[in-house]
């Protein structure tokens, strides 16, 4: 049995109805919209979130239809962060497809986004459910504020990995954090539990957005993205960070400073990414991931009492450090 079915076989007919609740929500009769509604739909993904929101609540208690739109109006933020993500970033492709903005113009993306966001805003309300509510509207700040901080720290001309984490905090760990924290709000949890939640899904979101930056590293069809698309943007990740620290080369600093100016090349891409291979900045990162996966794992241990989700959670740690795109 693969990672993926361990992880979904203690929620596989809950998922399910996720699913359809989410691909409901992206209905609509007709004309432009319903056109690209169904253009996102068809890029669904793994659902990870979800996921790991709906084994939460298990673990807390059961999944409710609280859980459910709380689950979907959080997938549709995430969504719609997308959309509006790939318009910042400029990108033409999203999991192996084309993106909003690249397959219609970026009109209609943002408006597009919007008006996913006000779906999700509709979802979370069904909940009636005030720190659920509260929560999903902080994540939206947070989200945003992380993108902000992401363009600002390009214009920074210090490297840090305090920074880094700090990015990394305001966007997939925030992601993640959260939906630890609602599903085990909609299964009544304790304050003091909720935290540790909260803990776990941090952890767990730093070490898949490592484990993403890792991928830029290296060639992959099925990533969806070039070898150092990254630097390309400007971004400065984990890897490249820690092989600059560590050593001093002059060169190799002074293409960090193109990567932050938007001035670098592919070739001198290809250097930095070469560079940060041989000072270990990749083995560094690898390194962290595994940190970040003991802390996940010990809340597991002491945390989780249900076999089949003490599993399911401890094959989602492993999927993250393991996964290949």
């Known amino acids: 049995m693969d990672y993926l079915s361990i992880i979904r076989q203690p929620i596989e007919s809950d998922l399910n109805d996720f699913i359809t609740l989410f691909n409901q929500s992206l209905d609509y009769d007709d ?3 319903s056109q690209v509604l169904s253009h996102i739909r068809q890029q669904g993904g793994k659902r990870m979130r979800p996921i790991l929101m709906l084994l939460m609540a298990k673990n807390y208690g059961c999944v409710s239809d609280v859980t459910q739109h709380a689950a979907v109006g959080l997938e549709l933020l995430h969504t719609a962060s997308l959309v509006h993500d790939d318009v910042v970033d400029e990108s033409c492709e999203r999991r192996g497809q084309a993106s909003v903005n690249a397959s219609y113009n970026n009109k209609v993306a943002v408006l597009v986004g919007d008006y996913i966001l006000s779906t999700a805003l509709l979802h979370v309300s069904f909940t009636n459910n005030q720190r659920i509510v509260q929560n999903l509207s902080e994540l939206g700040r947070t989200l945003a504020a992380g993108e902000i901080l ?21 966007k997939t760990a925030a992601l993640f954090e959260s939906c630890a924290a609602i599903g085990s709000l909609s299964a009544g949890a304790s304050e003091d539990e909720v935290k540790l939640a909260m803990e776990f899904g941090q ?8 484990r993403d930056d890792i991928f830029d590293y290296f060639d992959s069809k099925e990533i969806g993205k070039p070898t150092g698309n990254d630097m390309a943007e400007g971004k400065l990740t984990l890897p490249i960070i820690y092989a600059l620290k ?23 891409i290809a250097v930095l990414v070469e560079f940060t291979k041989q000072q270990g900045g990749i083995d560094y990162a690898e390194q962290k991931m595994q940190e970040f996966s003991h802390l996940c794992l010990q809340f597991i241990d002491q945390h989780v009492k249900d076999k089949a989700i003490s599993d399911a959670l401890t094959a989602y740690v492993d999927y993250v450090v393991m996964r290949n795109y």
């Open 246 to 268: 560590t050593t001093n080369y002059e060169s190799m600093q002074t293409l960090a400073k193109k990567v932050k100016a938007g001035t670098i090349n592919t070739d001198e």
């Open 31 to 33: 004309g432009l919209l």
């Open 150 to 170: 992401q363009l600002s720290n390009i214009q920074n001309q210090v490297i840090s990995e305090d920074v880094y984490y700090q990015v990394i905090k305001q």
């Open 203 to 210: 952890n767990l979101g730093i070490m898949f957005q490592i």
